[in-house]
């Protein structure tokens, strides 16, 4: 079955979008609303500078194979969920979009038989509405 544009889980322009946010949300006062996410950010930094200070030579902290590899798993967690975050906001948005577009487009079948965008319906118009009908409105 062959899905369209609007069914795929991931949009390229999405995923480009939510990619871009991801690197953004990053920012220390964007992290700070989300105390999980900060205490994780912070603990990434704190395991960058480990990781420095162990290639620097420090002999006392671990292997600097280990700490590399924690602190590049804490930066893909913050990563993703940056980019999840995106992902769910740009749907929404693109969502809510849709919807707006979606009133904005709707026919409404005028009891005269005359079918205009339900936009352009005045105070006091009255259409016919049957079964299965998306219902126009102007607001």
């Known amino acids: 079955m062959?899905?369209?544009s609007s069914t795929k889980l991931f949009q390229s322009e999405l995923v480009k979008a939510a990619v871009k946010q991801s690197f953004i949300k990053l920012n220390p006062v964007k992290m700070y609303r989300n105390p999980v996410m900060f205490?994780?950010?912070i603990g990434t930094l704190i395991m960058i500078f480990v990781s420095i200070w162990i290639v620097l030579g420090?002999?006392?902290q671990g292997?600097?194979?280990?700490?590399?590899?924690v602190t590049f798993?804490?930066?893909m967690t913050l990563l993703f969920a940056n980019f999840s975050e995106a992902i769910a906001e740009a749907r929404g948005k693109a969502q809510a979009e849709s919807l707006r577009k979606t009133r904005e487009e709707t026919p409404a079948k005028l009891e005269n038989g005359k079918i205009?965008?339900?936009s352009k319906l005045g105070?006091?118009?009255?259409f016919?509405?049957?079964a299965g009908d998306v219902i126009a409105s102007r607001w």
């Open 63 to 69: 292997s600097a194979g280990y700490n590399i590899i």
């Open 128 to 130: 016919i509405c049957e």
């Open 2 to 4: 062959k899905r369209n």
């Open 39 to 41: 205490t994780v950010w």
């Open 123 to 126: 105070k006091g118009d009255i």
């Open 58 to 60: 420090e002999k006392n």
């Open 116 to 118: 205009i965008s339900s």
């Open 73 to 75: 798993i804490l930066l």
